[in-house]
């Protein structure tokens, strides 16, 4: 971890524009919060089949680069910035697996199963594509709950941090993910 932010100053740096060089500051931000990155990172791949053409590494790596681009986004906190960085890996790959579709056309399509479903008690055969449509359509039903699954399941935090990033309490965590188990479980059943 770099010497240039705590994790105070990596708040302050990520809610105000940095002054100076702005490169060489950002990059000091992703050496701070890399470690943290490639555990996000890990917990999404660890969904995906086995053989997936993008590592920890190249994951975190992309999220991190659509990140340094975003100028409108007013960033609250640290732990904002790693709920975006969650989110926007699951797009990440989401996209890549659409692509991954589209390559193929002519193929007959094998679905991208995800190991960790049982989690959420959801059949073992839905992919990626399934799980994110899933996911986007609860989001209009419930915001809070669908976030939850957001960190929980594809981020990788636990109830605490879950509940700590929204200012939640723990029982609000703990019904948010138990309510969402059940509404996926039941659209991706279907």
């Known amino acids: 971890m770099s010497d240039a932010f705590d994790p105070g100053d990596l708040t302050l740096w990520l809610r105000q524009q940095p002054e100076g060089d702005a490169p060489a500051q950002g990059n000091h931000l992703f050496a701070a919060l890399y470690d943290e ?28 680069f659509r990140l340094a681009d975003q100028s409108r986004t007013q960033w609250r906190n640290r732990a904002h910035f790693l709920a975006v960085a969650s989110m926007m890996m699951r797009r ?12 193929k056309r002519a193929a007959e399509l094998v679905p991208l199963t995800l190991a960790g479903l049982e ?58 993910w138990n309510l969402a ?3 996926l479980h039941r659209a991706l059943s279907a």
Not at 92 to 103: D, F, K, P, W, Y
Not at 144 to 163: D, M
């Open 119 to 176: 989690q959420l008690a959801l059949p073992t055969d839905r992919d990626v594509i399934a799980v994110h449509e899933a996911l986007c359509a609860f989001e209009q039903v419930d915001p809070r709950a669908a976030q939850v699954v957001e960190l929980r399941f594809f981020g990788g935090l636990e109830n605490e941090e879950v509940a700590n990033l929204l200012g939640v309490s723990l029982a609000t965590v703990k019904r948010d």
């Open 181 to 183: 188990r059940a509404w």
């Open 92 to 103: 990440i790959l989401v996209n890549h697996e659409l692509a991954r579709r589209a390559q």
């Open 37 to 64: 990155l490639r555990r996000m990172a890990r917990g999404h791949l660890r969904r995906e089949t086995g053989g997936h053409t993008l590592s920890a590494t190249a994951l975190s790596h992309e999220a991190w």
